[in-house]
């Protein structure tokens, strides 16, 4: 599994970090621990130095409070990365363990059960001890009485700043091949927002296909350009779908008066990666999905059940 996040990364990360046993972190500046909570046996390395204390980029009472919850804390001079290993799941980001990252400064993550990737971060934490200090509580005592300045201090409030979402939503929609000459009214519409989605592709090989949605639905009203669709694609007047095709981005959301047109990106391997329907009804079967899947339904898919469904698509086409 690789999934990124990408705004609210620390509500990802948290719900992560409480399920696990052991939490291990490479983290430059920590100054909140509201995320994450360290304690017996986890391991902590931050930049600790006392320039780094200093200007308030470090808490020394926040990383005591980990030591004396029985984590190991070290302090890393220079130390500038944002690497998490809960249990076999890698976390690998921009985020400093800090308020302003968690309210106010726009993140992103990579994270990953990849055994290759979990044993790479690993072993990056056993390379750090070499060259850092174990912090101790007299360690903590003497960077405590160092005073700190915090830089761009300022009596005016700092504007917070929010993504809209914190990732790509995946969503399964069902729809039907329409006739070259259907809604020959709409066809500059469909022309112009055909040149804007080209724009927008991913791979030069690839073409752009559209679905044309109406009436009230939850895909309608909040799919946006990024998340990606599982395409059920039928045949117009046949009752079983003939593929059912495993990413199609979207590129473009395009609103008219009487519908709203969904601009998606086809793959040039798409039809030999596909599905049928009834292997793919088998694989929805085997990953548990809470809500049934028909023909032409539209749904969101949850994060962790289309992690499930794309690391066993492949298998599922055997």
């Not at 200007?55 to 409070?65: C, F, H």
Request: proline share 3%; glycine share 6%; hydrophobic share 40%.
């Amino acid at each position: 599994m690789f999934r990124f996040v990408g705004g609210d990364v620390w509500k990802n990360i948290n719900a992560i970090a409480n399920k696990s046993r052991k939490k291990k972190a490479a983290i430059a500046y920590v100054t909140k621990d509201r995320d994450i909570q360290f304690g017996e046996d986890d391991m902590l390395f931050v930049d600790a130095s006392n320039q780094a204390i200093a200007s308030g980029e470090t808490s020394a009472k926040v990383i005591g409070r980990a030591i004396r919850a029985g984590a190991q804390v070290y302090s890393c001079p220079g130390l500038h990365a944002k690497v998490m290993l809960f249990d076999d799941t890698a976390v690998v980001g921009s985020a400093n363990l800090s308020q302003s990252s968690a309210d106010d400064l726009i993140e992103g993550a990579m994270i990953t059960d990849n055994p290759q990737m979990v044993a790479s971060v690993a072993k990056f934490f056993e390379s750090l001890k070499g060259v850092s200090d174990k912090v101790d509580a007299a360690f903590i005592k003497r960077i405590k009485q160092i005073e700190v300045v915090r830089r761009g201090n300022s009596s005016k409030k700092r504007r917070s700043v929010h993504t809209r979402r914190s990732s790509s939503k995946v969503w399964i929609l069902g729809t039907s091949d329409l006739d070259d000459d259907a809604y020959p009214a709409e066809r500059k519409r469909v022309d112009k927002g055909e040149k804007l989605a080209e724009q927008e592709k991913k791979k030069s090989s690839s073409t752009v296909t559209w679905a044309r949605l109406t009436g009230k639905s939850r895909f309608r009203r909040e799919a946006k350009p990024g998340d990606v669709i599982i395409n059920i694609n039928s045949e117009h007047g046949k009752k079983t779908p003939y593929a059912v095709y495993k990413t199609m981005p979207i590129l473009r959301v395009q609103k008219e008066t009487n519908c709203t047109r969904f601009y998606m990106e086809f793959f040039a391997n798409a039809d030999k990666s596909s599905l049928t329907w009834s292997q793919f009804q088998s694989l929805v079967k085997r990953v548990e999905l809470p809500r049934k899947v028909t023909r032409f339904c539209a749904q969101e898919v949850p994060t962790n059940y289309a992690d499930a469904i794309f690391a066993l698509w492949d298998e599922a086409i055997k």
